[in-house]
Structure formats: C-alpha cells, structure tokens
C-alpha cells in the first residue's frame, strides 16, 4: 500500500523521506502556487530530494484533451525520475488520459468523486483513480463509501489500476480508507505525523527509559562496561 506526500514544500519533503517509508509526492496547482517558486525549478528540487525512483505526481493545468497531452508532454520531457501525470476526472482528461495511454504516458485520473468517476477512467487507462475523501464527505457524501464501492468495482473486473486515495483532514479517514482497499493514501505532511502520534506510545517509551536509568544510572544500551551493576 503506497504512502505518499502530497505537499510541494521542500523541508516537508526532505523530513519525511528521512523517517518514514514514502513511496512518492503529488502535487496539484494549489499545492504549487503556495510555494512561490518557478514550477520546473520547484519540481526539479523536489526530485533531487526524493530521487529519481520515487513517484512524482504533476498535474495538468488546462481544460481541453489536445492541450492536456501537450502539457504532459512538456512535463514528461522537463522532469527527470519517473513521472505520473495527474489529470482531473473530467470529458476532456478522459479523452486526455485515453490518448497519453497510447503514447506509454501513465496517468493518474484526480478530482473523483464518484465510484463511476473511478471507473470510466480506469477504463480510459489511468494507472492511478485518486477520490477526494474529505472533499467529498464536506458535500454530506461519503468518501468512505466511495473509496469502498470504486474499490469492489476495480477489483471485480481486474482493472490494473490503483486507488490512491487523497484529501484527508484526520488519521480515522486514513484508517477507514485503508481498511477498505484503497491502494494508497496520499497525505499532507501533518497528517503524516499523526499516523504515530499516541499519548501511550510517548509514555511507554519514557517509562522504558526511566526504569533503566533508576537501575543503571544510563540512558542508552552502548558502553554497558560503564554502568554500576
Ligand atoms: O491531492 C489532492 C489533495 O491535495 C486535495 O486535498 O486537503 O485540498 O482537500 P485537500
């Protein structure tokens, strides 16, 4: 199951690949402009932290099928590593997405909010569906719900497509999605944290460490010659 940043912000980035098991970074306009940074500049930085086997997940800007293929295009020969080419779930990105298939150029289908969303574009040949958990449950939806139903339709027919679930606002969204097949989360980096925040784990490990000190009068396992017993 892939865990992957969604943020563009560099700091973000490099303290999350350093400590957990990040599979990728997806951004999306929104994500970028925060950044106020010339776009290929920002996304050559973030693949220099992340390196070039990681996923980079850049998304398309205009509305129109040709332009979209042009614009991924142009994103597929700027940004070195390997690149999926985010695209929203409308008319035009299916045909978009259709297109790119035949062209080898692996697509995600972003912006769903509908299993059926899900489905034409895994149809069209997006390697990645992307529901919008949070988003879709501000709407009084379910994006549990979706994510569920989107799952029990690609997995049915054997789609070689995945669900990389996105927009969260809490870890319990995380867990629900997780337990209900989604392929992957991709997580802003505070939510990322939060997936090992628990007051009990925190005080275990102190009590660990304070139950060896009363003892040995150390606070780690090295140079045990040094200790009193
Ligand atoms: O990748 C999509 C994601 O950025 C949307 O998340 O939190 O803006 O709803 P959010």
Redesign the pocket.
């Known amino acids: 199951m892939l865990l992957v940043i969604?943020s563009a912000n560099i700091e973000d980035i490099k303290e999350l690949v350093d400590y957990f098991p990040i599979d990728g970074v997806?951004t999306?306009p929104s994500?970028i402009v925060k950044e106020k940074k010339n776009f290929l500049h920002l996304l050559k930085e973030i693949r220099d932290v992340i390196g070039n086997d990681r996923e980079l997940y850049v998304q398309t800007l205009t509305f129109k099928a040709t332009e979209i293929v042009e614009e991924a295009k142009y994103i597929i020969e700027k940004v070195p590593g390997k690149v999926v080419i985010k695209i929203p779930a409308t008319i035009e990105g299916i045909k978009a997405i259709k297109i790119l298939k035949t062209l080898g150029i692996r697509t995600m289908a972003?912006t769903i909010y509908t299993p059926l969303q899900g489905y034409v574009a895994a149809k069209a040949g997006a390697s990645y569906v992307?529901p919008?958990v949070?988003?879709i449950d501000n709407l009084a939806g379910d994006g549990i719900q979706v994510v569920k139903e989107l799952t029990q339709i690609l997995d049915k027919h054997k789609f070689n497509c995945q669900i990389l679930a996105?927009?969260f606002k809490n870890v319990q969204q995380v867990h629900n999605v997780c337990v209900n097949g989604a392929h992957g989360v991709?997580l802003?980096p505070d939510i990322i944290k939060n997936l090992l925040s628990h007051p009990s784990t925190e005080a275990n490990v102190s009590m660990f460490n304070d139950d060896w000190y009363k003892e040995y009068g150390v606070k780690s396992l090295l140079n045990q010659n040094d200790v009193k017993i």
């Open positions: 969604d997806t999306n994500i972003t992307t919008y949070n988003r996105a927009s991709t802003a």
